[in-house]
């Protein structure tokens, strides 16, 4: 158990639809990253936050968004889904700004049909 | 351009068998590397990294990688496989630069364990 949770643990959606994740990072760390992990694409780095504060963008959709908020806990939205989107959503968390290793959550599987 | 590969898609070995599961680097400093591994259905676990110093770094489950700047490689080696072991495992490095410490990964290994 790396201490990072996310919810929900599956997800199955329609087409156009939108849909939350949720992660909670590892007591003390203030970085929480999401990533993307599909067949097509492999694992992919979408976005950092750090403290509540957006840090860097990686291949991250217009239609994706994120947000960290005070209590440090993040959250994914997806917006007018399709089916490409449909992948593994990891959330990781480290500590600080320098850089450290990364602990991953379980993930959220997230189908659309 | 940072980046990762894993030129093996697909390993099976047997059980008890030594095992090295390849990774090379390109990266313009000095690289920290990683080891993740997947099971099944699950998240990624941390296996060992490198940050700097000596190269050979000891890992969890008995795993070790050695670091060699000159091939620019970060192999990840095992003495005697389990059954347990197999899983997809990924080499990443850690691209500090600007505002992000993003993690870039290989394509990943699939590790069979034959008994």
């Known amino acids: 158990d790396s201490g990072v949770t996310q919810t929900p643990k599956h997800l199955i959606t329609a087409t156009g639809q939108r849909v939350t994740l949720r992660c909670s990072p590892r007591?003390?760390?203030?970085?929480v990253y999401w990533y993307q992990q599909s067949l097509d694409q492999g694992l992919q780095f979408l976005i950092q936050?750090?403290?509540?504060?957006?840090?860097a963008k990686g291949n991250i959709l217009e239609r994706f968004s994120a947000q960290q908020f005070p209590d440090l806990h993040s959250e994914l939205n997806l917006s007018s889904l399709e089916l490409g989107d449909s992948a593994l959503y990891f959330c990781?968390?480290?500590?600080?700004?320098?850089?450290?290793?990364?602990?991953f959550g379980p993930g959220t599987r997230l189908t659309v049909t | 351009a940072q980046s990762v590969t894993q030129p093996d898609i697909h390993i099976t070995v047997s059980e008890g068998a030594s095992l090295e599961l390849r990774c090379n680097y390109s990266?313009?400093?000095?690289?920290?590397l990683f080891w993740y591994v997947q099971s099944p259905g699950q998240g990624l676990q941390l296996l060992l990294k490198?940050?700097?110093?000596?190269?050979l770094v000891q890992g969890i489950k008995g795993f070790e990688a050695e670091f060699k700047r000159s091939q620019s490689s970060f192999n990840l080696r095992k003495p005697s496989v389990h059954w347990s072991d197999a899983a997809e495992y990924f080499c990443?490095?850690?691209?500090?630069?600007?505002?992000?410490?993003?993690?870039?990964f290989g394509t990943g290994t699939l590790l069979a364990v034959q008994p």
């Open positions: 990781a968390s480290s500590v600080g700004t320098g850089f450290r290793e990364q602990y």
């Open positions: 007591s003390g760390d203030l970085s």
């Open positions: 936050y750090y403290n509540g504060e957006e840090r």
């Open positions: 990266y313009g400093a000095t690289p920290y």
């Open positions: 490198y940050f700097s110093g000596d190269t």
């Open positions: 990443a490095v850690g691209a500090s630069g600007g505002a992000t410490n993003k993690l870039i």
